[in-house]
């Protein structure tokens, strides 16, 4: 592995971290009195100033800057924070980042030509696994609603990780351009003509949202997703985010007061496993050592 990957594995793994947080925060905002629309605002109005200063040069006004706004900043948002309203955590975090591998690998092969090697389709079965299994918990606080939400925001991430890919996007660009492009769309139609719900909220729960979704996903989160991207690829990245279960999964419990059953633990392991082979890491250490091998015998 080449130090330019290590850079991007590290990054990934971070995002991991600020993904784990953000499923956690995601589902307490969703059992909040502020709605999906709310927290959407929270995060476009407080990403969108942070990233103000840098929107000089940064800032696609084109047809591909609206693309990645719309489908990775409001149809993302929309879709994934409706979910939350509807879903426990530890049933999301596998539902969300377990099913992105597999939207990641779709749109990869459809757009990049891109086809996954051996082990990384194995990677993906044993993610597919552990996805059946918390789905068919019966200790599982899912719903068909909820489901079909987080179907659509893994479908929206999914595209918006390999456009980015396609169009070489770098991160800085492409935070301001989903960030700042975001709330230039949603903020005045929110304001001016959905309902607003932020008087009535706590402010516990609108400083809560605002700097997580606002700070840590919008900004640090997304710099450190496309710099990941841009090193090892969105199939890889993808796989790596179905690490977000173990610890978002586990921590939901002693957190969140949620449930955890032996099943939905071993679908949290079985996605795990299949997330550290789905994304490539083990297939690039062996070649690396096969390369090694034969430079030696050389």
């Keep these: 592995m080449s130090i330019e990957e290590r850079k991007g594995v590290i990054a990934g793994l971070l995002a991991v971290s600020c993904w784990a947080g953000f499923i956690l925060v995601s589902r307490v905002g969703g059992q909040s009195s502020l709605g999906a629309l709310d927290v959407m605002a929270l995060r476009f109005l407080v990403g969108g100033m942070l990233l103000l200063p840098f929107v000089r040069g940064r800032l696609w006004l084109n047809w591909r800057g609206l693309s990645l706004a719309m489908v990775g900043g409001v149809g993302y948002c929309l879709m994934v924070y409706q979910g939350f309203r509807y879903t426990s955590a530890v049933h999301a975090s596998v539902m ?22 051996r082990v990384r389709m194995v990677g993906l079965s044993l993610i597919a696994l552990g996805g059946v299994l918390m789905l068919s918990s019966i200790g599982g606080a899912g719903s068909v609603v909820g489901d079909l939400w987080l179907f659509g925001a893994v479908l929206a991430w999914a595209l918006y990780t390999v456009l980015a890919r396609r169009w070489q ?7 301001v351009t989903t960030g700042v492009g975001s709330a230039i769309l949603f903020l005045p139609i929110y304001f001016l003509f959905l309902p607003v719900k932020l008087a009535q909220a706590a402010w516990a729960d609108i400083i809560m949202q605002g700097f997580y979704q606002g700070v840590i996903a919008t900004v640090v989160a997304m710099l450190l997703y496309l710099r990941a991207v841009a090193s090892i690829g969105p199939s890889a990245v993808g796989a790596l985010m179905a690490l977000v279960p173990v610890l978002s999964g586990f ?41 090694s091998d034969i430079h030696a015998d050389g």
């Design 251 to 291: 921590a939901a419990v002693p957190l969140l007061g949620e449930s955890l059953s032996p099943q939905e633990m071993m679908a949290l392991a079985l996605t795990s496993l299949g997330a550290w082979l789905a994304s490539g890491l083990f297939f690039r250490r062996k070649a690396a050592s096969l390369g």
């Design 169 to 175: 996007v770098p991160p800085m660009t492409g935070a």
């Design 96 to 117: 969300l980042p377990g099913l992105i591998p597999f939207g990641a690998a779709l749109f990869s092969y459809l757009i990049l030509a891109e086809k996954p090697v």
